[in-house]
């Protein structure tokens, strides 16, 4: 349908409007407008009053200014808060896959920590130069000087327990693997070829 | 794709804050609207009044319509019980018939209303109405069967277009032509009385 109507002037697009005859984009784009352009909607109101002629509605059953009237009463009413979306109303791409980039991100970011940890010998022993090092210290409230207790995950652990640690890591980034459907990120790295990377040189 | 998606559209704009969408469903649905509530209540300075507060409510409960049912059949059921609850709180009697919501579902047009009719009422036809038959009759033959099948018939664009035998594109041009027609006929009736209501 979008094709027929590339040729449509603006008011022949508000009467196909009007019969529900337009496709989703030139419908938005002239409700857009409607919403706009004041003499769009003058005419808009006419052709379905002319119409409610045609059904028989008796338009003259109404007052002059009857819509004026409920717009004021509606004014004077609490803003409507969405308590849904429509049923049948398809979110735009970018809201849909929204929530699985944050999780998605945030998996990549885990996981990217993880690798430089490794790398960087999480799961060995502190390296001395940073023990030897004076923790950093914050002032209370009361004036003392009160150290700050900083570390590495994994610091102290035995080599099983590592690997109780690396495993888990893993089977949560599996697990998570949902978060990062390449069908529908192509951008995100699916977080199951992070989870397989070995960390053994 | 149809009117409901329409309606749709602006109910989606309205739950996303755009109040002036509400206005343009009130300016669409007026007229039905209040030919349905004068089924209920006959003394027709009270439709008026019957007819705002069910818009009232409506605007209430828009934020919960979530599209399971057309928009119209919606309102249709909200403007009822409006009418009806009017009567009731009048101590007057609630017709034992009228028009059920569910039916009205089945029509995209106000067919249902239009058969309803009274023959008091169907006589009583105003001069807005006498104008637009005028007008009708005297259009080019493809323009008023273009319309009448469209208005009168409810046929979509593509089902007028087998039955006209042309391109759809050349159908919903003769519509637009023979609406103009109608807006330019009726729109010094609709100045002089306001009753167009956009403007």
Request: hydrophobic content about 40%; charged content about 25%; glycine content about 8%.
């Amino acid at each position: 349908m979008a094709s027929k109507t590339e040729s449509m002037t603006g008011d022949e697009a508000l009467s196909a409007l009007v019969d529900g005859e337009l496709g989703a984009l030139t419908r938005n784009r002239i409700v857009g407008r409607l919403l706009e352009d004041p003499e769009l909607r003058a005419r808009w109101a006419r052709y379905h009053a002319g119409r409610a002629s045609l059904e028989g509605a008796e338009p003259g059953l109404l007052g002059p200014g009857f819509s004026e009237r409920v717009a004021a009463a509606v004014s004077a009413e609490p803003p409507v808060r969405a308590s849904g979306r429509l049923a049948g109303v398809r979110r735009p791409l970018w809201r849909r896959g929204g929530a699985a980039i944050a999780a998605a991100a945030l998996v990549a970011v885990v996981t990217a920590g993880g690798v430089v940890a490794l790398r960087g010998g999480i799961f060995e022993s502190p390296a001395s130069g940073v023990a030897a090092t004076a923790p950093d210290t914050v002032v209370a409230a009361g004036g003392d000087a009160v150290p700050i207790v900083s570390g590495t995950y994994g610091d102290g652990l035995g080599p099983a327990e590592q690997e109780r640690v690396r495993q888990r890591l893993t089977v949560y980034l599996n697990s998570h693997n949902r978060f990062a459907d390449a069908d529908e990120m192509p951008n995100v790295m699916p977080s199951s070829r992070l989870a397989g990377f070995n960390a053994d040189p | 794709m149809s009117e409901s998606a329409v309606d749709l559209e602006l109910v989606r704009r309205i739950q996303r804050g755009e109040r002036a969408a509400f206005d343009l469903l009130v300016q669409k649905y007026q007229h039905r609207i209040a030919h349905l509530i004068a089924r209920y209540v006959q003394d027709k300075s009270e439709v008026e009044d019957v007819a705002q507060e069910a818009f009232i409510k409506a605007w209430r409960g828009v934020a919960s319509f979530r599209g399971e049912s057309a928009f119209y059949t919606w309102l249709y059921r909200i403007a009822i019980n409006t009418a009806k609850n009017h009567l009731v709180s009048a101590g007057r009697r609630v017709p034992d018939q009228g028009v059920d919501a569910t039916d009205a579902e089945q029509y995209e047009d106000a067919a249902l209303l239009r058969d309803a009719d009274t023959p008091e009422r169907t006589l009583m036809t105003t001069e807005l109405e006498q104008t637009v038959y005028r007008t009708i009759e005297s259009m080019p033959s493809e323009l008023r069967e273009a319309v009448t099948l469209r208005e009168m018939e409810g046929l979509s664009y593509d089902e007028i277009a087998a039955v006209m035998d042309c391109p759809i594109g050349t159908v919903r041009s003769r519509i637009f032509r023979a609406r103009e027609a109608i807006d330019s006929a009726i729109r010094p009736l609709l100045d002089e009385t306001g009753k167009s209501d956009g403007e």
